[in-house]
């Protein structure tokens, strides 16, 4: 549905044509996202975008660039993982310096899509319309949050495959990183749809003087023994792998929007980790 035909339905609702949405939740197939985004902005109406920013890096770019055309505008994506609990704890350990060297870490996500969760959404399985398969589409969030802890990727290689005979896609279901970041940290990443379980997303952090691992919470085991654990907040609907921030993020975007600055989880933001993805595809080309 495009952004006009959203308009009409919600001013027949509340029964004005001179009304408009002052947000729009964009949640659509991704190929759709930034046409609607950017239409959005360009009527002066406030924009929350699902991830990823665009199904490819080329629709982030025009994203980018009407962001910046209209910055009366707020536009957030909705990378939520960046507020759990976990990882918010992780981050401020990791950059007060206190656990000394950060050597790197390793990440997984080990999920399970039946064939019907493409058949009965088709663009799913699609490339063209959707950018991809399991990195795009479950494990951004986790290639995000390797980033957003370890440091800016500077260096990567990585390879995808379609192992499950039963899924019917052209897209990939498996796939697996080396990634350098800037600083001199490495991580490795191996993501998956053909899990017999969707468990619990896993990241470990290994430094000088701690190792951090994120899995349903924080435990953080220091090099003395000690063990400190932060429990994550649990959601209180939906899947409990996806994990309870999204209302945080939602709850944040509308308290921020008075604010003159943009929102911190942005398109240039959003388009970090969908260049991580992009690069990967490209190296299997």
């Not at 910046?68 to 707020?74: F, L, V």
């Not at 997984?108 to 959707?130: D, M």
Request: include cysteine; proline fraction near 5%.
């Amino acid at each position: 549905m495009h952004l006009a035909a959203i308009e009409k339905l919600g001013a027949e609702l509340v029964g004005g044509l001179d009304d408009r949405p002052d947000v729009v939740h964009i949640c659509t197939p991704h190929d759709q996202h930034v046409p609607i985004a950017i239409e959005a902005l360009e009527r002066g109406i406030h924009v929350l975008l699902e991830k990823p920013v665009a199904h490819t890096v080329e629709e982030a770019a025009k994203l980018v660039v009407a962001a910046s055309e209209h910055p009366a505008q707020r536009i957030g994506i909705c990378l939520q993982n960046r507020y759990n609990r976990s990882s918010q704890a992780a981050r401020d350990l990791l950059s007060s310096g206190s656990l000394g060297r950060i050597y790197g870490g390793s990440a997984t996500v080990l999920w399970h899509r039946e064939p019907n969760y493409y058949s009965s959404k088709p663009w799913r399985g699609i490339k063209a319309r959707s950018g991809g398969g399991v990195l795009i589409n479950q494990a951004i969030h986790t290639l995000d949050l390797l980033e957003w802890l370890l440091g800016d990727v500077v260096g990567l290689t990585g390879h995808t495959g379609r192992y499950d005979p039963e899924l019917k896609i052209d897209v990939e279901d498996t796939a697996h990183a080396r990634l350098e970041h800037a600083g001199g940290a490495r991580s490795v990443f191996f993501a998956t749809v053909t899990n017999v379980a969707d468990t619990p997303v896993t990241i470990e952090i290994n430094t000088e003087r701690a190792t951090l691992l994120i899995r349903d919470g924080l435990t953080i085991r220091h090099a003395d023994g000690r063990v400190e654990t932060i429990s994550e907040q649990q959601p209180s609907a939906g899947r409990a792998y996806w994990g309870a921030s999204h209302e945080a993020l939602i709850a944040d975007f509308y308290r921020t929007l008075i604010n003159p600055e943009p929102f911190w989880i942005g398109p240039e933001e959003g388009r970090k980790s969908l260049h991580l993805v992009s690069e990967i595809y490209r190296l299997n080309t």
